[in-house]
């Protein structure tokens, strides 16, 4: 076991701002980074690339809508490194057809006349299921693993700010509550499902943008969690944040985006890298290395 090596992790990691996060960390980090993916053959030449470009990133396999894939990621950390000092959660989906990526306004719009909405509900489900419970599902098996002075970031996006102002005053209160619980979170999400399903999500206070919501459950759930740190290991100084990459060249938003993957990492990274005496940001939304207001 190479327990004194420091280890850090970014999941969603073969492409986009995901693999931009891991070459940055592999330049910056003191230690081993473990690039993840869900295709292990797309993994591996991601890694290929990397290690032509002179890095050396490892791999591991992680689909983070398999239990067992998480299960597996978490016992070869304890095996090889008794744990984890930085972990960056990158992976998410997006909700619109991949031959008609969003513009800039697109992200709030309900599907035009004509699309079959049977997809359209179950794109939501697919994007609520890996962008919130699938980084869930990785936090609840990983964060017990983080050591100390370790960091979390949780990749979001400035969509949930706008979501979250498109919500209802009543979701508005509940979403930026100071004591909201992981399980009442985890309720309002599957509520979202299950109102949409019906078609009576407006009428219920929830905004147009299945993506939007996912995204909030992620800055709510960094919240949660950084509160939790706060009570169970406050003299560990771990820092845990949300963060927007803000609008980047990728498969997911498209070709038009202003920011570059390379310009799209340097947030997470920001956050990943905060040094070991740094206070904070600690529990926030963080966008262009400023604090956002939540």
Known sequence: MSSCNRVALVTGANKGIGFAITRDLCRKFSGDVVLTARDEAR?????????AEGLSPRFHQLDIDDPQSIRALRDFLLKEYGGLDVMVNNAGIGTWPKNNPPGKGDFFKEPQPGI???????????????????????????????????????????????????????????????????????????????????????????????????KIGVTVLSRIHARKLNKQRRGDKILLNACCPGWVRTDMAGPKAPKSPEEGAETPVYLALLPPDAEGPHGQFVQDKKVEQW
């Open 116 to 214: 079959d909405l049977t997809h359209f509900h179950i794109q939501r489900e697919a994007a609520m299921k890996t962008n919130f419970f699938g980084t869930q599902a990785i936090c609840t098996e990983l964060l017990p693993l983080i050591k100390t002075q370790g960091r979390v970031v949780n990749v979001s996006s400035l969509i949930s700010l706008e979501a979250l102002r498109n919500c209802s005053p009543e979701l508005q209160q509940k979403f930026r509550s100071e004591t909201i619980t992981e399980e009442e979170l985890e309720g309002l999400m599957k509520k979202f499902v299950e109102d949409t399903k019906k078609g009576i999500h407006e009428k219920e206070g929830w905004p147009n943008s299945a993506y939007g919501v996912s």
């Open 43 to 51: 993994g591996r030449t991601a890694v290929q690339q990397l290690q």
